[in-house]
């Protein structure tokens, strides 16, 4: 048995299992993001509606200009599909892999459901409503607007409405794995022992059936690595009548495992699951298997098949300059490609569950990932993240399952997030809080669950592991503030498993200065030689404290931010390492790198501070080469050995007009070589 899945160019994408010499019925996937039409609500002419292809947003253009009152509200989307005559007597299925932030589907004119939280994916069944062989239209309401009851109700980014991921049917077997428990893939994973001899592992399965009558069925599965039969197995069950959800649990061992081990070899297994009637293949499902231990020690950090990693990690949220949250696969690719040239090994994907690709990007490159929930608080602004009714209780207890199953396949992920800065005012979210980490724990036992705090108090407390948003140095204070806070939290309660969720800094490639002054973090001042010394005394903080497991970079790129006033332009958010558009890596970027990626490199800092004002000035290099010469003007400044943090400091003397910085370094057989052009004025 084999798992095939094609990528044609027409957008159509298939799915299907095949027995040699066995006939079998096919489960096809069929991406339909081409040729919808969209229109927003109130139209007079319900046919004034423009062509549009998914993902699609209709805020990339109001929310990234920096107006604060960005469209929110209902946008409809429609399109025309025929279900093929050969789908007849199958069933019918639409999955919607996200569309924010409540959507309303109707087929044919009549109500099908809805689903309420804009991160997720959610599937409908459409069987019932078909026209076979003839044209049905979808209506898919999106509604993008404040709503109390929905997850989350404030944060510092932009809640871009549309249908901004992928859509795609999917034609079953009237009995099936099911695609509607949780929009999971009705398939779950989970490595119950390992050891260099053997894995043990836990397989469960939705099975969905709408048959008459009970059927005696068969549950096969089959390992394989690059494509080599490692493992096959099955079981009989009896499938129930009319079940719309049967769970079925099987065991299966893997001799001598090799092991997902995050960059250093992120190996996968795949694991195809399939349902056998009467002999006949009438469904499979082929899942990823990263087999590996993951741990957190109080005092000594993360460990990672027992062996201590440090996390080198960024946060990112899901959205780029031009065309907001409505990303294609190259942009989700570029983004782990930057990430992996500065030498990420871990990502914070915040504030929400991101597209299923990112995921699988993170499982195939090795990064580990902390997938949220969007449970946000409000941080510095006004509103309420946290209101205590049942309806918005059940929201978050559905967005929490929807998580959890959704992405419970993939190795990368280590931790559940369940809360990103809230208040103990008022509605206090504490007791609650506490009954999503039960529900976590419930859903999945193999993975903590963390938080990230940005207070002291009772929700502190809670899930398995902490972690806290601190900007020492940049919302007022100085970084030493950090040590001295890290010391001080790590002795009071020397058990409690401490993380740094969020530090960070603006910067703006345009603002530039050539001596260190920290700026006002609400001004429209931010220059970049601040953010580039400010991460340099906090990683310096955070690397030599083996006690933080982990900690995470606000943020790894530029992002929209409506409601900011500050730095060079409204409406952005300037503490990535990156720009919005990720054309130019900031210099704090390359202090990164030069740390976290063993890759040669060699960088000037500062070479975008071209206009200068004192002859006496310092040269900043960032190198892992051995040693580091520089050049003023064609003659040498010396040669210096990088210290412990890669960085050599070199005292010059600059002329008046105009002069040449170089910075030489020989890594093995490569030379490296930057250089700067620096203008001097006269006073």
Same mark, same amino acid.
């Given at each position: 048995?084999?798992?095939?899945?094609?990528?044609?160019?027409?957008?159509?994408?298939?799915?299907?299992?095949?027995?040699?010499?066995?006939?079998?019925?096919?489960?096809?996937?069929?991406?339909?993001?081409?040729?919808?039409?969209?229109?927003?609500?109130?139209?007079?002419?319900?046919?004034?509606?423009?062509?549009?292809?998914?993902?699609?947003?209709?805020?990339?253009?109001?929310?990234?200009?920096?107006?604060?009152?960005?469209?929110?509200?209902?946008?409809?989307?429609?399109?025309?599909?025929?279900?093929?005559?050969?789908?007849?007597?199958?069933?019918?299925?639409?999955?919607?892999?996200?569309?924010?932030?409540?959507?309303?589907?109707?087929?044919?004119?009549?109500?099908?459901?809805?689903?309420?939280?804009?991160?997720?994916?959610?599937?409908?069944?459409?069987?019932?409503?078909?026209?076979?062989?003839?044209?049905?239209?979808?209506?898919?309401?999106?509604?993008?607007?404040?709503?109390?009851?929905?997850?989350?109700?404030?944060?510092?980014?932009?809640?871009?409405?549309?249908?901004?991921?992928?859509?795609?049917?999917?034609?079953?077997?009237?009995?099936?794995?099911?695609?509607?428990?949780?929009?999971?893939?009705?398939?779950?994973?989970?490595?119950?022992?390992?050891?260099?001899?053997?894995?043990?592992?836990?397989?469960?399965?939705?099975?969905?059936?709408?048959?008459?009558?009970?059927?005696?069925?068969?549950?096969?599965?089959?390992?394989?690595?690059?494509?080599?039969?490692?493992?096959?197995?099955?079981?009989?069950?009896?499938?129930?009548?009319?079940?719309?959800?049967?769970?079925?649990?099987?065991?299966?061992?893997?001799?001598?495992?090799?092991?997902?081990?995050?960059?250093?070899?992120?190996?996968?297994? /795949?694991?195809?699951?399939?349902?056998?009637?009467?002999?006949?293949?009438?469904?499979?499902?082929?899942?990823?298997?990263?087999?590996?231990?993951?741990?957190?020690?109080?005092?000594?950090?993360?460990?990672?098949?027992?062996?201590?990693?440090?996390?080198?990690?960024?946060?990112?949220?899901?959205?780029?300059?031009?065309?907001?949250?409505?990303?294609?696969?190259?942009?989700?690719?570029?983004?782990?490609?930057?990430?992996?040239?500065?030498?990420?090994?871990?990502?914070?994907?915040?504030?929400?569950?991101?597209?299923?690709?990112?995921?699988?990007?993170? /499982?195939?490159?090795?990064?580990?990932?902390?997938?949220?929930?969007?449970?946000?608080?409000?941080?510095?602004?006004?509103?309420?993240?946290?209101?205590?009714?049942?309806?918005?209780?059940?929201?978050?207890?559905?967005?929490?399952?929807?998580?959890?199953?959704?992405?419970?396949?993939?190795?990368?992920?280590?931790?559940?997030?369940?809360?990103?800065?809230?208040?103990?005012?008022?509605?206090?979210?504490?007791?609650?809080?506490?009954?999503?980490?039960?529900?976590?724990?419930?859903?999945?036992?193999?993975?903590?669950?963390?938080?990230?705090?940005?207070?002291?108090? /009772?929700?502190?407390?809670?899930?398995?592991?902490?972690?806290?948003?601190?900007?020492?140095?940049?919302?007022?204070?100085?970084?030493?503030?950090?040590?001295?806070?890290?010391?001080?939290?790590?002795?009071?309660?020397?058990?409690?498993?401490?993380?740094?969720?969020?530090?960070?800094?603006?910067?703006?490639?345009?603002?530039?200065?050539?001596?260190?002054?920290?700026?006002?973090?609400?001004?429209?001042?931010?220059?970049?030689?601040?953010?580039?010394?400010?991460?340099?005394?906090?990683?310096?903080?955070?690397?030599?404290?083996?006690?933080?497991?982990?900690?995470?970079?606000?943020?790894?790129?530029?992002?929209?931010?409506?409601?900011?006033?500050?730095?060079?332009?409204?409406?952005?958010?300037?503490?990535?390492?990156?720009?919005?558009?990720?054309? @130019?890596?900031?210099?704090?970027?390359?202090?990164?790198?030069?740390?976290?990626?063993?890759?040669?490199?060699?960088?000037?800092?500062?070479?975008?501070?071209?206009?200068?004002?004192?002859?006496?000035?310092?040269?900043?290099?960032?190198?892992?080469?051995?040693?580091?010469?520089?050049?003023?003007?064609?003659?040498?400044?010396?040669?210096?050995?990088?210290?412990?943090?890669? @960085?050599?400091?070199?005292?010059?003397?600059?002329?008046?007009?105009?002069?040449?910085?170089?910075?030489?370094?020989?890594?093995?057989?490569?030379?490296?070589? /930057?250089?700067?052009?620096?203008?001097?004025?006269?006073?």
């Amino acid at each position: 048995m084999k798992t095939t899945r094609f990528f044609l160019r027409n957008g159509l994408i298939a799915f299907f299992c095949a027995m040699t010499l066995t006939a079998s019925a096919e489960r096809v996937c069929r991406n339909i993001n081409r040729d919808w039409t969209f229109r927003f609500s109130h139209q007079v002419d319900k046919n004034s509606g423009v062509k549009v292809q998914l993902p699609h947003t209709w805020n990339a253009q109001d929310a990234l200009s920096g107006k604060q009152d960005y469209k929110r509200g209902i946008g409809n989307y429609t399109k025309s599909f025929v279900a093929p005559d050969e789908w007849k007597g199958r069933r019918l299925f639409v999955r919607f892999e996200g569309a924010n932030s409540v959507a309303t589907v109707f087929l044919n004119g009549k109500w099908v459901g809805e689903h309420r939280g804009g991160y997720s994916a959610f599937v409908f069944e459409l069987t019932n409503g078909i026209k076979w062989g003839t044209h049905n239209e979808l209506l898919v309401r999106v509604n993008n607007a404040e709503d109390l009851s929905v997850m989350p109700l404030v944060g510092d980014f932009n809640f871009y409405g549309g249908i901004y991921r992928d859509v795609e049917l999917i034609a079953t077997d009237e009995a099936c794995i099911s695609p509607m428990y949780y929009g999971s893939p009705g398939v779950f994973l989970t490595t119950e022992t390992v050891s260099e001899r053997q894995a043990r592992i836990s397989l469960r399965t939705i099975l969905s059936n709408r048959l008459d009558d009970v059927r005696d069925a068969v549950l096969k599965w089959r390992v394989t690595a690059n494509g080599s039969e490692v493992t096959a197995g099955e079981k009989n069950i009896t499938l129930q009548a009319r079940a719309e959800e049967q769970s079925e649990k099987s065991v299966f061992t893997i001799d001598r495992p090799r092991l997902w081990d995050g960059r250093r070899d992120p190996f996968l297994y /795949d694991v195809d699951v399939s349902l056998w009637i009467d002999g006949r293949e009438v469904d499979c499902v082929r899942q990823p298997l990263g087999i590996r231990t993951c741990s957190i020690d109080a005092e000594k950090g993360f460990f990672l098949n027992g062996r201590h990693l440090s996390l080198q990690g960024v946060c990112r949220h899901q959205e780029r300059a031009q065309i907001a949250n409505a990303l294609r696969p190259q942009h989700h690719e570029e983004d782990v490609d930057i990430m992996l040239e500065m030498g990420v090994n871990a990502v914070r994907l915040a504030h929400y569950q991101q597209a299923d690709y990112m995921y699988d990007l993170t /499982d195939r490159h090795g990064i580990l990932a902390w997938a949220e929930i969007p449970f946000v608080g409000p941080g510095g602004y006004a509103d309420k993240g946290f209101v205590d009714s049942e309806a918005f209780r059940e929201n978050g207890r559905q967005q929490l399952l929807e998580l959890i199953c959704q992405l419970h396949n993939h190795p990368s992920i280590f931790c559940w997030g369940l809360f990103n800065e809230l208040k103990e005012a008022g509605d206090n979210p504490v007791e609650y809080i506490r009954e999503l980490n039960e529900l976590a724990h419930r859903a999945d036992p193999s993975r903590p669950t963390t938080s990230a705090s940005n207070q002291g108090g /009772d929700i502190n407390y809670i899930t398995d592991l902490i972690a806290w948003n601190r900007y020492d140095g940049w919302y007022g204070a100085s970084p030493r503030s950090l040590a001295t806070w890290l010391d001080k939290t790590h002795a009071a309660r020397p058990d409690l498993r401490i993380g740094i969720s969020e530090y960070g800094a603006g910067a703006s490639v345009l603002h530039q200065q050539d001596s260190l002054r920290q700026p006002a973090a609400s001004g429209w001042w931010h220059p970049e030689n601040w953010q580039t010394y400010y991460h340099m005394e906090n990683w310096k903080i955070i690397h030599s404290r083996p006690y933080v497991w982990g900690s995470f970079v606000w943020n790894m790129f530029d992002f929209g931010a409506a409601h900011r006033t500050e730095g060079d332009r409204p409406g952005i958010n300037d503490k990535g390492l990156v720009t919005h558009d990720r054309a @130019t890596r900031k210099d704090a970027f390359y202090f990164y790198k030069a740390n976290w990626n063993p890759a040669p490199m060699l960088h000037i800092a500062g070479k975008r501070a071209s206009e200068r004002l004192r002859p006496e000035t310092e040269v900043m290099v960032f190198s892992n080469a051995e040693k580091v010469e520089l050049f003023v003007n064609g003659q040498s400044a010396g040669v210096q050995r990088p210290d412990d943090y890669r @960085t050599c400091r070199f005292a010059v003397k600059l002329r008046s007009g105009s002069n040449r910085i170089e910075a030489r370094a020989v890594a093995g057989k490569q030379r490296l070589e /930057d250089h700067a052009l620096w203008m001097l004025y006269d006073k």
